[in-house]
């Protein structure tokens, strides 16, 4: 099993900055990608960028240039730096892990607990 456990949420105004964490835990092989998603009350959850093992990054047209993805392969864990926030950047954001826990395992999905991210105007 893989647990993802993410911290960093809480509230800013627009255009401050915010740095989300996601440590994963467990049997974690290394070849994953990892990434955040969102998710506001009434729509569905949209991914917001993603990482690969080998650092390979992709982002939402709406993040591009103003949130940075990275990780830790030693540390297993995900960062997710957000600046020039918006009000409609507020949302519950979740760790995700595409995963697998042996090397021969198929790779899974994997969510964290998700954390709230208030911008204020």
């Known amino acids: 099993q893989v647990q993802l456990v993410e911290s960093g949420g809480g509230l800013v105004q627009t255009g401050g900055s915010l740095r989300l964490s996601c440590a994963a835990s467990?049997?974690?092989?290394?070849?994953?990608?990892m990434g955040w998603y969102r998710q506001v009350p009434g729509k569905q959850r949209e991914l917001v960028t993603t990482?690969?093992?080998?650092?390979?990054?992709a982002y939402a047209d709406s993040v591009k240039g103003r949130f940075t993805i990275s990780r830790d392969n030693a540390k297993n864990t995900v960062s997710l730096q957000m600046t020039s926030l918006k009000p409609e950047d507020a949302a519950v954001y979740y760790c995700?892990?595409?995963?697998?826990?042996?090397?021969?395992?198929?790779?899974?999905?994997?969510w964290g607990q998700g954390t709230q991210v208030t911008v204020s105007s």
């Open positions: 467990g049997s974690i092989f290394r070849d994953n990608t």
């Open positions: 995700h892990a595409l995963a697998r826990t042996t090397p021969f395992a198929p790779r899974l999905d994997y």
């Open positions: 990482i690969n093992s080998v650092g390979v990054t």
